[in-house]
Structure formats: C-alpha cells, structure tokens
C-alpha cells in the first residue's frame, strides 16, 4: 500500500485531519469522502493510480480524527469547510476534486456558486436525493426536536475482527485482506474497548429541513468545470431510480460538460469494489500540469 501521512489544521474554529498521498509537488487532487466514512477509504483507490499525484483527503468535521461536534450538524457548514480547505491548499490556482457520495453532494453544490474554484469535478455514485414534498417537512422537524432529548446511539463491535465480518456482511464483494484494512483504519474504538464506525452518530439524525432537490440541480447548472460521472451498476444512483431513469436523464441534464463512465460489478462504495476500473476513469479524465 502507498504511505499516507496526516496534519491537523485549523479549519473554521476546529480541528480538522487532512490525510497526504504522494509527493508534495505532484499535481494536487482532493479526494472527499462520504457519509459515514473518512480519508482512509481511499487507500485502494490510490494504490490503483498509475501517475504521481498528490492527493489531499480531509477527514470532514465530525468524522475520523476531525473534531466531533457531539451534536447536530448544519450541512451547510460542510460547504465553508470546503472553501476554507482549497484556500489553504490551493489558494492560487481552481481545483480537481474527486467526491464520493456527499463528498460529491458538497462538492457539485460547491462548484456551482464557486465555478471559478473547481478546475474538474468527479461524481462518484451520487446523483443527488430523492425528491421530498411539503407534507415531509412537518414531520421531519418534529423528528429533529425528538432527537435533541436523548443521547444518539453508539452500535459498536467486539474487536477489529468482528467489524471486519460487519462491513462484509453489508459488501461481499470486500476481500478479507480489504475488509480488515477498513475495519482497522476507518473505526473509532469506545472507551469500553468496543470498534464503531468513526463518524459522530449524530451525522445519523436527520436534518430539521427537507431536502430540495431543485435548488441542488439549479447549483449543478452553475458548474463550469468539466464534469465526470461514474456511476456504479448496482450503487445507490441505480437503486434509488430504479423505477425513475427519465429521473436520472433530467439530472444529468444539468451539467453543461458531462461525461459518463459506468463501473461495473459494483455497489455504491466504488472505491473499494472496482478501485482499478475507477482509478482508470479518473486518470482519463484528470488533465495534469
């Protein structure tokens, strides 16, 4: 496996880890993770890569060894969060970015009000939510103030290796050598000695307003950067519009420089089912300097 090394800055008032790939002159690109998960997810992905680059991972705010709220959070704050990340890495000059799942969600919503700060994007299984009506919101509040009157749940596992066994339970397609490496470097061990999943388990409480999926695709056509799909053949973009793919057409729609690549044999966690075919698309599509 490729050696990464991390930092920790001061983002926006707290503490955030970034995780290093590859030497500090190789052409950058950032790599954003997604929910429930950390930098580390992308190790396989990287060993995959046949060029140099220096891939920059942040750990988002409340997730692996970033700071944890220990309380609901705004996911606009995630969008600052950003924006304060490329300023300090790449303060001169727009980015590449690769964003898997809300990595991606932040990131396209990102390059539409910010076009001039992305360089090239790409979207890896995620297409957006499913649309909501005004009758969800009343009870989506409700749930939200509900949730402020009790601690969130810890689901926890014995050791290591019964992790390992969890994650290959929810992905067959994880080799036990993969399997382990996850369950060793995206965890959190409780002061009980039990492995959880390194993200606050307040990230599990829904938010107090409903998702609108038009204002997200007005973001998308905002985007001026050349736009990478990769969409996963048993992922969750194919599941969620199974019943809906004029759905899938009508949102595609909405990125002006769009090219798509389709991962084969995979779920929604690409870079841990087919990081070979994955790092074969991003490096298509990635010009370097």
């Not at 052409?27 to 997810?41: E, K, R």
């Not at 309380?71 to 924006?83: A, I, K, Q, S």
């Not at 005004?134 to 290591?160: C, F, I, N, T």
Request: hydrophobic share 45%; aromatic share 10%; charged share 25%.
């Amino acid at each position: 496996m490729k050696a990464s090394h991390c930092e920790q800055l001061d983002i926006r008032g707290l503490r955030y880890n970034v995780r290093h790939w590859g030497a500090a002159d190789a052409p950058a690109v950032f790599f954003l993770h997604g929910w429930m998960d950390n930098s580390a997810t992308f190790q396989f992905l990287v060993d995959a890569l046949a060029h140099e680059w220096h891939v920059i991972a942040p750990d988002w705010r409340g997730y692996g060894a970033s700071e944890w709220l220990g309380r609901p959070y705004w996911f606009p704050d995630y969008y600052g969060d950003l924006d304060a990340l490329l300023a300090h890495f790449s303060p001169d000059r727009p980015a590449r970015i690769v964003g898997h799942s809300m990595g991606a969600a932040i990131s396209s919503t990102y390059a539409g009000v910010r076009p001039e700060r992305v360089a090239q994007l790409v979207m890896m299984d995620f297409l957006g939510l499913s649309a909501t009506t005004e009758q969800d919101a009343p009870g989506q509040l409700a749930g939200w103030l509900d949730s402020l009157r009790k601690e969130q749940p810890v689901r926890g596992y014995p050791d290591h290796d019964a992790f390992a066994r969890r994650l290959q339970l929810a992905n067959p397609r994880l080799s036990d050598a993969r399997a382990d490496f996850l369950a060793r470097n995206v965890s959190h061990t409780l002061p009980d000695g039990r492995v959880t999943m390194a993200g606050d388990p307040w990230h599990k409480v829904a938010a107090p307003v409903r998702y609108q999926a038009g204002d997200v695709m007005a973001s998308w056509r905002g985007i001026r950067a050349p736009v990478l799909m990769l969409l996963a053949d048993k992922g969750y973009v194919a599941e969620r519009f199974a019943d809906a793919p004029a759905e899938i057409e009508r949102r595609l729609a909405c990125f002006a420089d769009l090219r798509r690549v389709t991962i084969t044999d995979s779920g929604h966690n690409l870079q841990h089912d087919q990081p070979e075919q994955v790092a074969v698309a991003i490096e298509a599509f990635l010009a370097r300097d």
